[in-house]
T-cell receptor
């Protein structure tokens, strides 16, 4: 399975943009890039996902490198409520439905947001 | 009301006891999952079910069993609890057609289990 590498922790000031990097140099052509986050004392929640093109939603933006070996989750204006552990996860595409949908969590990046 | 609920939210038990954790969902999803999380670590998949008749082992199924009683209910059992099963347990659901890997998983609030 393709692995992802993320920094253990990052800090940001409130209302500043945050760029959370993820390396996935062994990504295959059909792997999707997902981001989830886990707020303190809660279950993980979906943030965004993409395949090749950059993606935007109400929570964040996902910038995917042209060679797809890295991606960056962008929070445009961090708030205290964005303090969480952010997980970058690859999921297999198509074919074997037994592997589709299973999320393999690493240790993620712990984002601290300060006033 | 929450879409994915877990009961109990907290449980303390003794070694050797049988424990059942329950998960219910109102999202109408076919797929359900059980994960465990240990301190400082990411989540690991225990079991998953793509429909009522389908049960599959995850990466750490030893010592656990599951039951999919209905589309909305997925229970995790520890037949004889041991201390290293002390962890945070999460249930999740997802809904997608076959061979689509872009489905989103929705997680419950978790059950904190302590085995003494």
């Amino acid at each position: 399975d393709a692995k992802t590498t993320q920094p253990n922790s990052m800090e940001s000031n409130e209302e500043e943009p945050v760029h959370l990097p993820c390396n996935h140099s062994t990504i295959s052509g059909t792997d999707y890039i997902h981001w989830y986050r886990q707020l303190p004392s809660q279950g993980p929640e979906y943030v965004i996902h993409g395949l090749t093109s950059n993606v935007n939603n109400r929570m964040a933006s996902l910038a995917i490198a042209e060679d797809r070996k890295s991606s960056t989750l962008i929070l445009h204006r961090a708030t205290l409520r964005d303090a969480a552990v952010y997980y970058c996860i690859l999921t297999h595409g198509g074919g074997d439905t037994g592997t589709a949908s299973k999320l393999t969590f690493g240790t993620g990046t712990r984002l601290q947001v300060t006033l | 009301d929450a879409d994915v609920t877990q009961t109990p939210r907290n449980r303390i038990t003794k070694t050797g006891k049988r424990i059942m954790l329950e998960c219910s969902q109102t999202k109408g999803h076919d797929r359900m999952y059980w994960y465990r999380q240990d301190p400082g670590l990411g989540l690991r998949l225990i079991y998953y079910s793509f429909d009522v008749k389908d049960i599959n082992k995850g990466e750490i199924s030893d010592g656990y069993s599951v039951s999919r009683q209905a589309q909305a209910k997925f229970s995790l059992s520890l037949e004889s609890a041991i201390p290293n099963q002390t962890a945070l347990y999460f249930c999740a659901t997802s809904d997608s057609p076959w061979r689509v890997n872009t489905d989103t998983q929705y997680f419950g609030p978790g059950t904190r289990l302590t085995v003494l």
